[in-house]
């Protein structure tokens, strides 16, 4: 009985000895004020092919929390879990955010990227197998972190500067008709193109319009170079089949859309009035001239009967008697 009770003293002990030794918690109550750290969902392409891709992804610096390749039968691989920040924006900024890594969740996506041919770069399509793979795991994502439309993006927009991934070729506007990105009113745009077209807003107007809607951009006032390249980078969003960075009438559109979605439409501004210049009269044409008179010929003047040196003649005094 005594060795019984000293076995089951020495088995006591020993799970004392092996239990938690660390603090212990209650998971009892859950507190209302929290929220998701990640608050935007970035899209990527890998400029590579799945072997490469994959190498990049895990055996370098830079990750992603998901890959969805471009099999006949996507594999979505998760590389990073979603509770911490993956290596995929870099330096970046959209709104008031910046350095975006800490606050996102990426998404790269097997795509070859682009090459430059004599007739300009040309963007690889993404097969639609790819795309039908990739919005269910869009939707995943944006309903358990509660991202809004608005903050579901391209690594062009964050980072125009430096990234066009993913390029004109993605359709964004699958996504948007699946309600995961904004996009702008149709309706309202074409309302908007009479106001546009009569007069194109200044440079300044653009680039006010882009930092409102969340691209990083200094408002200069000139149509400089990183304007440009933050106009493509919506272009190739909103408007793919120009992106040359150029502003027009339907960009001014898509932007007063999407920044004014339901607000009053801004005036039709008057059309310039063109003041014709001032001429003086013309001038009269001056009256013919006539032409001269001929001069008549000089008279001769008559010669003098005498001659002019012949001596005048006086006539004879008569002599005067001498007085004797």
Known sequence: MKILAATLMLALLAGCATGPTGPQYDHTYTAKGQSSRARFLVLHYTVGDKPSSLATLTQQEVSAHYLVTDDPRPVIYNLVDEKNAAWHAGNSSWKNFTQLNNSSIGIEIVNPG???????????????????????????????????PENVLGHSDIAPQRKQDPGPMFP?????????????????????????????????WFQKKLHTWGY???????????????????QMKYRPANIDGMPDVQTAALLEALTNPRGPLPP???????????????????PPVEPA????????????????????????????PVQQ
């Open 216 to 234: 990083g951009l200094v408002e200069s006032g000139v149509l400089d170079e990183q304007t440009r390249t933050v106009l493509s980078a919506f």
């Open 293 to 320: 008179q001929p001069t008549p010929p000089a008279q001769p003047t008559p010669l003098p009967t005498t001659p002019p040196d012949s001596p005048t003649v006086i006539p004879a005094t008569p002599p005067v």
């Open 172 to 204: 964004w506007r699958q996504l948007a008709a699946a309600g995961l990105v904004t996009w702008p009113d149709a309706n309202r745009v074409v309302a908007l193109y009479p106001i546009f077209q009569t007069q194109l807003p200044d440079v300044a």
């Open 114 to 148: 682009w090459k430059d041919t004599p007739n300009g770069r040309v963007y690889a399509p993404f097969p639609q197998s790819q795309i039908d793979a990739l919005i269910p795991l869009v939707r995943d994502i944006v309903t358990r972190h509660h991202i809004a």
């Open 268 to 286: 039709v501004p008057a059309a310039p009035v063109m003041t014709a210049p001032v001429l003086p009269p013309p001038a009269q044409p001056a």
